[in-house]
């Protein structure tokens, strides 16, 4: 991308966003408040905000241009017994979703931080929507799922927008392109403050009594990431909306004592033809996520392919196969029924359930002429197998059990609901290689259950919080899809308990 194209995204993001282009950061050399708040993403400017509300001093360091990050992009917040589930006799209740948590968790997750998310769940949407948040429905992810899902207006650009002019109602300073840098300590080992640097490259001292650190994870960090999870960024990982996230402050926080927590849990996703450089349309990707024929390396099927309806578990299945990636394959029929009748797995809301793949051909063809190498149209199976390169005799063998199973409608391998055994016999035949992608990483940091940092020793550090994807201990190895919208219900509800009680930590 040219400086000039970058100059004007970033001027449309400020301009979207109501900030000027030069930071109030380089007016700055010493600073004093109570509260330092490190990200501005959706559990940041919560607990920026909350702590606000009560009377607190917060100053906001953010090092993007732009206030948000991956918090623009989410559809809705998980929640129970709200007012809005109430009014559509919803019926599914606090105990229940905390035991469904811990049990799809194994345990692994901290029970007593889970317990306390969920039961502030309700009041945090209600909280949400005092500040002007407008939100559209609960809903489910997958067929028959839980509606704890409130979908956002707007998406989460808008609850962006509410949160950063009511934050600065409330006298908060939202300083951007301005990272931190460090976190400051006595000789007594206790915090006093940050160093930040504004966009002039000038450093920022400031004290204060809390800090929050808020800064995304570490999805764009290839170090951190091949360490704790194993994957190679752009290699058989592809982070999806993730923007400099390099584990700042996780390591800030470890500098200061705490104890590591949830390091290597991603937020998977089963992934679509992506790879370094390549354009992807949504109805290719769409078509790429349904729940029909899917293969390995080995040429054979892994799995029942309805886990396209849970990301985590198509996410978790692929990223275990040979080489770490799989082939997703229809055939012409298919491709018609998509394109007609609509899809049967909806992509988020992205590309909802049912919407017909009308601009499908065009995008595939747009991906062959420009030379992606992820996606493969053929005239016979034969062709499809040699374009895939795999062994055309084992992937002969697949289909041609597979399309058995379609004609008796009962899928002896893997038990698929037989409304997705679509037979793979009509020319022209399709397949997209797809590898595992990441919505953002789930852990680093230690907390309790009032999202205090603890140390090494088990400890709470006086005066230090973490929240959203910084902080672990709200999942076990895998992400939470059984409630969905539980990332940003997890940064907004931290968010809101950090800002609480950096507040009475303060006034104290």
């Known amino acids: 991308m040219g400086r000039s194209k970058k100059f004007f995204i970033i001027l ?72 809005m589930q109430h009014r559509e006799n919803i019926k599914i209740t606090q105990d229940e979703a905390f035991r469904m948590i811990m049990e799809y968790n194994h345990w692994r997750a901290n029970a007593r931080l889970v317990r306390t998310i969920v039961d502030k769940s309700a009041s945090t949407i209600a909280w949400l929507q005092k500040q002007g948040v407008e939100f559209l429905e609960p809903a489910a992810i997958y067929p028959g799922g839980p509606r704890t899902w409130h ?57 204060a009594r809390a800090i929050i650190i808020a800064t995304g994870g570490y999805a764009n960090n290839p170090e951190m990431i091949k360490r704790y999870s194993g994957f190679e960024l752009g290699v058989n990982l592809f ?27 991603l937020q998977l996703t089963g992934g679509s033809p992506v790879g370094p450089g390549i354009r992807q349309g949504e109805h290719l990707a769409a078509a790429s996520s349904q729940p029909y024929l899917w293969v390995n390396q080995e040429g054979e099927r892994f799995c029942d392919e309805t886990l ?72 016979s199976l ?22 058995k199973f379609c004609g008796k409608k009962h899928d002896d391998l893997y038990a698929k609901d037989p409304r997705f055994l679509r037979p793979i016999q009509t020319a022209k035949f399709y397949a997209f290689k797809c590898y595992p992608s990441f919505l953002g990483t789930l852990g680093g940091i230690k907390i309790n259950h009032r999202t205090e940092v603890l140390s090494v020793k088990g400890d709470v ?32 509800n931290s968010g809101r308990i950090a800002g609480e009680n950096a507040l009475k930590y303060v006034r104290n």
């Open 12 to 83: 449309a993001i400020n301009f979207f966003f109501g900030f000027p282009m030069s930071s109030r950061a380089q007016e700055i050399q010493d600073l004093n408040t109570q509260v330092v708040v490190i990200g501005s993403g959706a559990s940041g400017l919560v607990a920026a905000l909350t702590a606000a509300e009560g009377g607190a001093e917060v100053i906001v360091f953010e090092k993007l241009p732009y206030p948000g990050g991956t918090s623009n992009y989410p559809g809705g917040i998980f929640a129970v017994e709200s007012a």
């Open 382 to 403: 034969d062709e499809l197998a040699n374009k895939m390169g795999l062994d055309s005799r084992p992937f002969g063998r697949t289909v041609n059990e597979y399309n």
């Open 308 to 379: 396209a309806y849970n990301f985590t578990f198509s996410g978790n299945a692929v990223s275990r196969q040979t080489g770490g990636y799989v082939f997703r394959i229809f055939d012409e029929t298919t491709k018609k029924y998509m394109v007609e009748m609509g899809i049967d797995a909806g992509l988020g809301i992205f590309v909802p359930a049912g919407t017909r793949l009308v601009n499908l051909d065009a995008e595939i063809k747009e991906a062959l002429e420009k030379g992606n190498k992820n996606v493969f149209v053929a005239d």
């Open 239 to 265: 982070p999806a909306g993730n923007v400099d996230k390099t584990g700042d402050g996780i390591k800030m926080a470890w500098a200061a004592g705490a104890a590591p927590e949830g390091l290597g849990v």
């Open 461 to 492: 550090i006086p005066g230090l919080y973490a929240v959203g994807l910084d902080a672990g201990g709200m999942y076990g190895d895998s992400y939470d899809l059984i409630m969905p919208g539980s990332t940003l219900g997890f940064a907004v």
């Open 151 to 207: 979908l956002l207006n707007g998406r989460g650009a808008a609850m962006v927008r509410v949160l950063v002019a009511k934050a600065k109602e409330r006298g908060v300073q939202v300083h951007l392109s301005t990272p931190v840098r460090d976190i400051l300590r006595d000789e007594e080992d206790r915090l006093k403050g940050v160093i930040a640097q504004n966009e002039s490259g000038k450093s920022i001292r400031v004290a």
